[in-house]
């Protein structure tokens, strides 16, 4: 890209853009530990030219968004480790800087897990803290974390794998509220009926709705599921009416316990254009899928 960048609804509404793949994929790859619970969100405090080297190997690839190594950075999270409110929400804003250092002709998504990445018990995958948690608990959890994205920069905010419609409702409230672009990404699972639902069983469609109405909200899709249930997906969110989102894992499963991938798996490039052709228009990978991915991927969309 030369020049000033246009505004992402812009280059959204002229044609697919390139997201980037997994970032703890990339830096496990190379060499970084992202064992612990804090996930990629440790290297922004011990580590942060690797994250920089990182995005920048995705920008070489071909993605036109860098992704933030916020996903699991949270205040709660960062206590847990021993770090205090004001140096977590100090590395979130970092998160920001260094995506725009290692791909500065891109748009920077700050990156927005949902509650259960904290846990890092995999909840993520199940929804289940929804049982405990109010809309109001959701928000509150989700608002010092956005708002410093937002304030460090980031062109969007990515409100990525969530698994409930009760933590989507919330993530929608603070965008409209904060005033800042989003995109909201499910993680979902296809029925042998063919019918996409949220990981808590609700169904897709209804989730996807709440969008219509949000000012803020440049796309909807799912993010970290398998290839496959991309199209049935896809054609759920088309039910907001905004263009689409799609960034699948590898195929691969995650065992929460053993903290390890299970299986094998790829993301088929030729199934892009399907993906395309149903409205996607941010395009990219997410676990287990490296630079090598993200340049099949953008070749395909090019």
Known sequence: MDGVLPPLTDALAAGPVVLDGGLSTELEARGHDVSSALWSARLLRDEPEAVV??????????AQVATTASYQATVEGF????????EALALVARSVELARRGAPDGWVAGSVGPYGAALADGS????????????????AFHRPRMAALAEAGADVLACETVPAAAEAEALLAEAADLGVPVWLSLTTAVGADGVARTRRGEPAVDVFAMARGVDVVVA??????????????????ASSGRPLV????????????????????GVDAGAVPGWVGA??????GCCRVGPAGITALAATIR
């Open 279 to 284: 409205g996607a228009r941010l395009v990219g």
């Open 220 to 237: 909807v899709g799912v993010n970290c599921v398998p290839p496959g249930a991309v199209g049935a997906s896809l054609a759920a969110a």
């Open 79 to 86: 206590a847990a480790a021993g770090v205090a409110r004001d």
């Open 124 to 139: 993520e995958y199940t929804g289940a803290y929804c049982d405990r948690l109010s809309v109001a608990d959701l928000r």
């Open 53 to 62: 080297a990182a995005h920048a190997a995705f920008a070489a690839a071909g």
């Open 246 to 265: 799609a960034y699948p894992n590898s195929g691969e499963g995650w065992d929460a316990a053993g903290r390890r991938w299970t299986g094998t798996g």
